[in-house]
């Protein structure tokens, strides 16, 4: 069985959970292109890296999710007026639970995979089952924010989208969610 993200549920909150998410890093890469396909351009290069693509050719153990989520960069070497707004995503491994900081990792061979570290954080989940697309990730999307401004929540970072199954699991036994951390006060 696939190794997942750590995290503690704090509290259920309708159909939702709050999650304390542990201290971890991630391998991550940046994508240009439609929601639906971004994630499967993402997964080639960070696939590599944990099979041994990097520097001292060590393999690391999956985990789940895959994490998408749009990029908050801006591309200094384009006008404003020529950039495309939300095309491009950032998808993200969560590295095991050993890897404790990015010395622990081996350097990736890829320039285009980053290693990053991320605090632990709380975070609102809205976990389902079914497709992989745009649409649907919208419309859970909006639920969960509406859902957080009636309970009083304050958003505090992007939203992403958490698959946790292979693309040929059957699309109503696949695991996604939609996180949304949120501040610590409430």
């Given at each position: 069985?696939?190794?997942?993200?750590?995290?503690?549920?704090e509290r259920?909150?309708?159909?939702?959970?709050?999650?304390?998410?542990?201290?971890?890093?991630?391998?991550?890469v940046?994508?240009?292109?439609?929601?639906?396909?971004?994630?499967?351009?993402?997964?080639?290069?960070l696939i590599?890296?944990?099979?041994?693509?990097?520097?001292?050719?060590?393999?690391?153990?999956?985990?789940?999710?895959?994490?998408?989520?749009?990029?908050?960069?801006?591309?200094?070497?384009?006008?404003?007026?020529?950039t495309?707004?939300?095309s491009?995503?950032?998808?993200?491994?969560?590295?095991?639970?050993?890897?404790?900081?990015?010395?622990?990792?081996?350097?990736?061979?890829?320039?285009?995979?980053?290693?990053?570290?991320?605090?632990?954080?709380?975070?609102?989940?809205?976990?389902?089952?079914?497709?992989?697309?745009?649409?649907i990730?919208?419309e859970?999307?909006?639920?969960?924010?509406?859902?957080?401004?009636?309970?009083?929540f304050?958003?505090?970072?992007?939203?992403r989208?958490?698959?946790?199954?292979?693309?040929?699991?059957?699309?109503?036994?696949?695991?996604?969610e939609?996180?949304?951390p949120?501040?610590?006060?409430?």
């Amino acid at each position: 069985m696939t190794k997942q993200q750590v995290y503690d549920v704090e509290r259920k909150v309708g159909n939702y959970e709050l999650r304390r998410y542990h201290p971890c890093v991630v391998a991550e890469v940046t994508v240009s292109g439609a929601f639906e396909k971004a994630g499967n351009a993402g997964f080639r290069p960070l696939i590599n890296y944990i099979s041994g693509a990097n520097h001292g050719s060590k393999k690391v153990s999956m985990t789940a999710p895959v994490i998408q989520e749009l990029s908050t960069k801006i591309d200094v070497s384009q006008p404003a007026l020529q950039t495309q707004h939300g095309s491009n995503h950032v998808i993200s491994f969560v590295m095991p639970a050993e890897f404790q900081t990015l010395a622990d990792l081996p350097v990736p061979n890829d320039s285009s995979v980053v290693l990053r570290e991320i605090p632990g954080e709380l975070v609102a989940v809205d976990r389902f089952s079914g497709r992989w697309s745009e649409a649907i990730y919208n419309e859970r999307l909006t639920a969960l924010r509406a859902h957080l401004a009636m309970a009083g929540f304050e958003v505090i970072g992007s939203p992403r989208f958490a698959r946790f199954d292979p693309p040929w699991t059957p699309w109503f036994m696949r695991r996604n969610e939609i996180q949304i951390p949120v501040a610590e006060s409430i």
